[in-house]
Structures are given as structure tokens and as C-alpha cells.
């Protein structure tokens, strides 16, 4: 099966997760995935998340999911920059998700990184997607 989107693909797999309140979900690994998991896990969005090998050379990423008092974490995820339509910005130019209640996840040269990390850094780059 060929994904025009395989980040939207994930990103629709875990809100479809959330809605269905199971524990987790998974997704076919790659390194971007990854990095964007590993942005989630550290901005508090998700559990966890780890790598299974299922045959030589093809993986998938199993994602734990995480709640709060029954309720999802994650309220809203939404791809910003797709295959038909990037969408880059300038740090001063990014933005807040919610007034800063929410995130928003970046590729940038220094690699995959929140909002926040972002501005720390002082860098921009493509927006990948924004989380509530």
C-alpha cells in the first residue's frame, strides 16, 4: 500500500485511537515518524512510544497513548505542511497554538522539535503539525 502522507497516516491513526480510548496504537515506523513521536513524548502529549521489528527490514512503531482522568491528552491533532501544500515559518513569524496551551511540531535544521524548542533555538522550519 503506497501513502502519499505517512505522517498524516499517523497522525489519523492516533486520533482514531484516542477516540476509540484504546491504550495504544501503532504505525509503520520511519525516522521522521519517530522524531515527531519522541516531540510528543517530550512535550507530555503521549506515554511513550517503541520500535518493533516485525521481519528484517520492516518495523513499526507501537505508541502509547495517554489520558487524564479517562479524557485524551491530546484534544485536537492536525497536519499543517502536506505533500501538496508545505508551510514554512520564520520563528517570529510561528504562531501559538491556543495561546500557547497547545504545540506545534517542526522540522528544522537542528532536527525535530516543539514550538518552545524552536524558539529557544532560534530556528524555523517546516510545520509539521499542531497538537491541542
Do not use: W
Amino acid at each position: 500500500m503506497s501513502l502519499s502522507d505517512p505522517l498524516g497516516d499517523m497522525l489519523t491513526r492516533i486520533r482514531n485511537a484516542q477516540r476509540a480510548r484504546h491504550a495504544a496504537c501503532v504505525a509503520p515506523a520511519s525516522k521522521l515518524r519517530a522524531n515527531v513521536l519522541e516531540a510528543l513524548r517530550r512535550e507530555g502529549y503521549i506515554r511513550g512510544y517503541a520500535q518493533e521489528d516485525l521481519r528484517k527490514g520492516v518495523a513499526q512503531l507501537r505508541i502509547e497513548l495517554k489520558y487524564l482522568d479517562g479524557e485524551p491528552v491530546i484534544k485536537e491533532i492536525h497536519r499543517v505542511s502536506k505533500p501538496g501544500r508545505r508551510v514554512y515559518s520564520k520563528i517570529k513569524e510561528l504562531p501559538r497554538v491556543y495561546a500557547g496551551l497547545g504545540v506545534s511540531i517542526l522540522s528544522t535544521p537542528r532536527g525535530v522539535l516543539s514550538d518552545a524548542e524552536a524558539r529557544a533555538a532560534n530556528v524555523g522550519g517546516e510545520v509539521l503539525c499542531r497538537v491541542f
